[in-house]
């Protein structure tokens, strides 16, 4: 294994520009398309995302170079960590030359979240080509629930065969997302749990969020965290773990026989925005510091008129400085039903 296989330490203090709240910016999540061939029930539902759907043309679309270029310029003022998003990414054509591409930035952790069914066919190109780790997305194990979710008709087994893939492309450990949501998939809680325990992959409880407008969320249908825990705790007990590093947004706890690790995310009973050191970059050159924003600041205009690195550099500083975010921790059933900006767009 050679010194670029491994994912850098990306625990060192952050250098760059603080927003208001004294965050640093750290993280940048890059949405490289805004399609995608699932229709999770809760992210892109069909009634909203059918056949009439008005997509991003392609013309819209952030290039390659000029992704790269502007990721270039995030890096110098901080960010550590990039994870490619979406939609889903792997439907973008030829990604493994944006990862490529991105790939040769110093000092990058480089991430890609994918909902696994097309993962089987691209892990050993995106692994050669300096991708770290994956993400896969996956509701449920049995499948009546999970195709229910996508709603798409995808079976389990194809995301089962793209987690196997990609952690025997050297990938892994693999992390694997679950959005709960309370009377859809609590069952698979413990289904998830007793699947990839023994395994070294990690299963993250997300809670069910308000993002985008189009997903009908009532907060009675987020299960919390913590209750996430002790059902899994009733039959695994489990211990917590400490974080690895400052801003993990994951909680992550062991099974105390040794059998693993389990992780949940509380976006909405236990906020972390005060930690929080993500910047979004839509799939148009949008720039959004925050997953519930209403409004993000145009890149591609200024990028596509030729301005140079400095006139990009003072705006992306002049955003970050004036950051205020904090949705979640003024989140009501009002503010859920605020326009906001669809999750697949602003990149998951
Ligand atoms: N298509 C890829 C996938 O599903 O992994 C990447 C994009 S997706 C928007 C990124 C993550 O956001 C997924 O893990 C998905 O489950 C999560 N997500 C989408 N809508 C959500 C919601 N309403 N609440 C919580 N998580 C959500
Ligand atoms: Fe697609 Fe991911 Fe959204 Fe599901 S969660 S619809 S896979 S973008
Ligand atoms: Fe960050 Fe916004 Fe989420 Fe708070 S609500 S953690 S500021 S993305």
Same mark, same amino acid.
């Given at each position: 294994?050679?010194?670029?296989?491994?994912?850098?330490?990306?625990?060192?203090?952050?250098?760059?520009?603080?927003?208001?709240?004294?965050?640093?910016?750290?993280?940048?999540?890059?949405?490289?398309?805004?399609?995608?061939?699932?229709?999770?029930?809760?992210?892109?539902?069909?009634?909203?995302?059918?056949?009439?759907?008005?997509?991003?043309?392609?013309?819209?679309?952030?290039?390659?170079?000029?992704?790269?270029?502007?990721?270039?310029?995030?890096?110098?003022?901080?960010?550590?960590?990039?994870?490619?998003?979406?939609?889903?990414?792997?439907?973008?054509?030829?990604?493994?030359?944006?990862?490529?591409?991105?790939?040769?930035?110093?000092?990058?952790?480089?991430?890609?979240?994918?909902?696994?069914?097309?993962?089987?066919?691209?892990?050993?190109?995106?692994?050669?080509?300096?991708?770290?780790?994956?993400?896969?997305?996956?509701?449920?194990?049995?499948?009546?629930?999970?195709?229910?979710?996508?709603?798409?008709?995808?079976?389990?087994?194809? @995301?089962?065969?793209?987690? $196997?893939?990609?952690?025997?492309?050297? #990938?892994? =450990?693999?992390?694997?997302?679950? %959005?709960? *949501? /309370?009377?859809?998939?609590?069952?698979?809680?413990?289904?998830?749990?007793?699947?990839?325990?023994?395994?070294?992959?990690?299963?993250?409880?997300?809670?069910?969020?308000?993002?985008?407008?189009?997903?009908?969320?009532?907060?009675?249908?987020?299960?919390?965290?913590?209750?996430? @825990?002790?059902?899994?705790? $009733?039959?695994?007990?489990?211990?917590? #773990?400490? =974080?690895?590093?400052?801003?993990? %947004?994951? *909680? /992550?706890?062991?099974?105390?026989?040794?059998?693993?690790?389990?992780?949940?995310?509380?976006?909405?009973?236990?906020?972390?925005?005060?930690?929080?050191?993500?910047?979004?970059?839509?799939?148009?050159?949008?720039?959004?510091?925050?997953?519930?924003?209403?409004?993000?600041?145009?890149?591609?205009?200024?990028?596509?008129?030729?301005?140079?690195?400095?006139?990009?550099?003072?705006?992306?500083?002049? %955003?970050?400085?004036?950051?205020?975010?904090?949705?979640?921790?003024?989140?009501?059933?009002?503010?859920?039903?605020?326009?906001?900006?669809?999750?697949?767009?602003?990149?998951?």
């Amino acid at each position: 294994m050679s010194a670029q296989d491994t994912p850098p330490n990306t625990s060192a203090a952050p250098t760059g520009p603080r927003d208001t709240r004294g965050r640093p910016l750290r993280d940048l999540r890059i949405s490289v398309t805004d399609r995608c061939n699932f229709r999770c029930t809760y992210c892109m539902p069909r009634e909203v995302f059918g056949k009439d759907y008005a997509f991003l043309p392609h013309r819209d679309l952030l290039s390659f170079e000029e992704i790269t270029r502007l990721a270039g310029l995030f890096v110098a003022e901080g960010v550590q960590k990039i994870r490619l998003t979406g939609g889903e990414p792997l439907l973008r054509r030829d990604i493994d030359r944006l990862v490529a591409q991105l790939a040769t930035l110093p000092g990058i952790d480089l991430s890609l979240t994918t909902n696994g069914s097309l993962l089987a066919k691209r892990a050993v190109a995106l692994k050669a080509a300096g991708l770290h780790r994956v993400t896969v997305s996956l509701d449920a194990i049995d499948e009546a629930t999970f195709q229910k979710m996508n709603d798409a008709d995808y079976p389990v087994a194809r @995301v089962l065969e793209g987690i $196997a893939v990609a952690a025997a492309a050297g #990938l892994g =450990p693999i992390k694997v997302n679950a %959005v709960i *949501q /309370r009377g859809v998939n609590e069952h698979a809680i413990l289904d998830l749990a007793r699947h990839f325990r023994g395994t070294p992959h990690i299963v993250r409880f997300i809670e069910f969020m308000d993002v985008g407008a189009s997903n009908g969320w009532r907060l009675d249908e987020v299960v919390p965290s913590r209750e996430l @825990v002790d059902r899994i705790h $009733a039959e695994f007990p489990l211990r917590s #773990l400490q =974080p690895q590093y400052a801003g993990e %947004v994951a *909680q /992550r706890w062991a099974y105390e026989d040794g059998a693993g690790e389990v992780g949940v995310i509380s976006s909405v009973t236990q906020a972390f925005c005060s930690s929080c050191s993500r910047l979004r970059l839509s799939t148009d050159g949008q720039l959004f510091t925050c997953l519930f924003a209403q409004s993000g600041t145009d890149l591609r205009t200024a990028l596509r008129a030729g301005a140079d690195d400095n006139t990009l550099r003072d705006l992306l500083r002049t %955003v970050w400085t004036a950051r205020t975010d904090r949705y979640s921790e003024i989140r009501t059933e009002d503010t859920a039903r605020q326009q906001k900006i669809e999750m697949s767009y602003i990149g998951g």
